[in-house]
Nanobody
Framework: VQLQAYGGGLVQPGGSLRLSCALSGRTFSGVTMGWFRQAPGKEREFVAV???????FYADSVKGRFTISREAATNTLYLRMNNLNPEDTGLYFC???????????????????WGQGTLVTVSS
């Protein structure tokens, strides 16, 4: 399994971005995939995830602003980010797991596959 994330960039507060994560090596079937982020000097934190059972979960800080989706035809996971603010700045990683249990989906160490990260900077 390999993951490649892209789509980051510089955006003004209130702006939008869409991140993409290409999954290779297998299809989405049976895979939990999600997004984490890491701000400078902080630990990696959960953003959003699509559970392998089909449910979607979001961090409280992004609910109502971020939307995770997938396109099965291209094995691509997306993160649509609206109304961005400076606190959303960080390196965004996509992650995947074949074995994570539901109670651990917000825990970075529960994921065995990671993309390289794409930088999102929200600044005026």
């Amino acid at each position: 399994v390999q993951l490649q994330a892209y789509g980051g960039g510089l955006v003004q507060p209130g702006g939008s971005l869409r991140l993409s994560c290409a999954l290779s090596g297998r299809t989405f079937s049976g895979v939990t995939m999600g997004w984490f982020r890491q701000a400078p000097g902080k630990e990696r934190e959960f953003v959003a995830v699509r559970w392998r059972g089909g449910n979607y979960f979001y961090a409280d800080s992004v609910k109502g602003r971020f939307t995770i989706s997938r396109e099965a035809a291209t094995n691509t996971l997306y993160l649509r980010m609206n109304n961005l603010n400076p606190e959303d700045t960080g390196l965004y990683f996509c992650a995947a797991s074949l074995r994570v249990i539901l109670s651990n989906i917000r825990t970075p160490s529960a994921y065995e596959y990671w993309g390289q990260g794409t930088l999102v900077t929200v600044s005026s």
